[in-house]
């Protein structure tokens, strides 16, 4: 079993950056790919991005291409999410996933692709 823990949200004023860690700890040779997702107030959960955990090869949501990065670092079991240029929209809680499974060649974009999540963090963009 995998543990995912995040942090790194908090309030931001649009235009600004912020990034989000995952730590990861439990049987974390075995994951595959991770993910970011987040849930806006009133609306579902939505995958955000994604990266594979040993070749790093990255897909990501179209609204955030070009202002959000995915990254991983192997050596201490972290994934980090840097988001820049924040918008109003961007507000959410963020959440970190891992997954075992393959799904593609540039990781998984569906929530029931993922099998361990973490509580996930606040991010709120004012205007």
């Known amino acids: 079993q995998v543990q995912l823990v995040e942090s790194g949200g908090g309030l931001v004023q649009a235009g600004g950056s912020l990034r989000l860690s995952c730590a990861i700890s439990?049987?974390?040779?075995?994951?595959?790919?991770m993910g970011w997702f987040r849930q806006a107030p009133g609306k579902e959960r939505v995958f955000v991005a994604t990266i594979t955990w040993s070749a790093g090869t990255t897909y990501y949501l179209g609204s955030v291409k070009g202002r959000f990065t995915i990254s991983r670092d192997n050596a201490n079991n972290t994934m980090y999410l840097q988001m820049n240029s924040l918008k109003p929209e961007d507000t959410a809680v963020y959440y970190c996933?891992?997954?075992?499974?393959?799904?593609?060649?540039?990781?998984?974009?569906?929530?029931?692709?993922?099998?361990?999540w973490g509580q996930g963090t606040r991010v709120t963009v004012s205007a």
């Open positions: 996933a891992s997954t075992t499974q393959y799904c593609s060649g540039y990781g998984c974009y569906a929530e029931y692709e993922y099998n361990s």
């Open positions: 439990g049987r974390t040779f075995s994951s595959y790919a």
